[in-house]
């Protein structure tokens, strides 16, 4: 018989050997064992764990100190202020990618309507976290991978979205021959030797939706090569990339004749969002 203090000090104690964060993923994970917040387990610190609970709870944190990701442990993640279901078939989402969201809305958030593609949208949290705060605008979001699109489909329902149309494509494989306002999307960018992919949560995530060749930029220019067919004049890119690749996205979209070419930092002062319209 053990109670929530002492399997959360157990837990701590062991994840301190290879988290960075041992006591806010123990308590992440009873919290999801228990199905309550983080305030209950120290308001009722004395309660027992039934025995179900305590393997469970054990069984997650040997997986934790196994490396695997806290999100795909409790298949959840925030983004944009809304909880999103995730699988390992799926990036996790990441904080760094709401500038994408900040941008499109300071940059077209007076338009009342707005046309709006997203490729590859994986848990779909960008295109959700748009459609939250634009219930007008009408978006296709398209992934290469089902498995992904059930992800991101199971999360609209969640959120009870109406404007978003999801679509199998690679990339613009079989989009319809229209136009949008907007063309938004944090592809793969990481180089194909980048150690990165080998550490941290990246080891358990899908890697077609991390690398992309040699140096990273397969993906970014195959979107900026046929992006400019697919948007209406003065129409918007938004690409995320790499915190070193700020400049040859911006050559490549002067190169395809790209307009107002720029690059944002995020909050932690790294490049990390270029645009260019068309």
Request: hydrophobic share 35%; proline share 5%; net charge negative.
């Amino acid at each position: 018989m053990i109670d929530i203090k002492q399997a959360l000090k157990k837990a701590i104690l062991h994840l301190s050997l290879t988290s960075p964060t041992p006591q806010l993923d123990a308590e992440i994970l009873l919290c999801h064992v228990l199905k309550k917040n983080r305030a209950y387990l120290y308001a009722y610190s004395e309660h027992v764990l039934d025995t179900s609970s305590h393997q469970l709870f054990e069984s997650l944190i040997e997986k934790r100190f196994e490396g695997m990701p806290i999100a795909y442990l409790t298949q959840e993640r925030e983004f944009w202020s809304l909880p999103l279901y995730v699988t390992s078939d799926t990036l996790i989402p990441r904080p760094e990618t709401e500038l994408l969201i900040d941008l499109a809305l300071s940059l077209l958030g007076q338009r009342s309507h707005c046309s709006v593609l997203e490729l590859g949208t994986g848990t779909g949290a960008i295109s959700i976290a748009l459609a939250t705060e634009k219930p007008e605008w009408k978006i296709v979001a398209t992934d290469i991978s089902k498995p992904a699109l059930c992800v991101a489909q199971k999360n609209i329902e969640r959120h009870q979205l109406h404007n978003i149309t999801l679509m199998e494509s690679n990339w613009f494989q079989t989009i319809p021959n229209q136009t949008f306002d907007l063309i938004i999307s944090n592809p793969p960018y990481l180089a194909e030797h980048d150690p990165h992919q080998h550490q941290g949560d990246l080891r358990y995530e899908p890697k077609q939706a991390l690398v992309s060749g040699e140096d990273g930029l397969n993906d970014i220019k195959t979107i900026i090569k046929t992006s400019r067919h697919y948007l209406v004049t003065g129409g918007l890119l938004l690409l995320e990339h790499g915190y070193n690749q700020a400049q040859d996205v911006a050559e490549c979209l002067l190169s395809e004749q790209y307009h107002h070419v720029q690059c944002w930092q995020d909050t932690a002062g790294l490049d990390r969002v270029s645009a260019g319209s068309y």
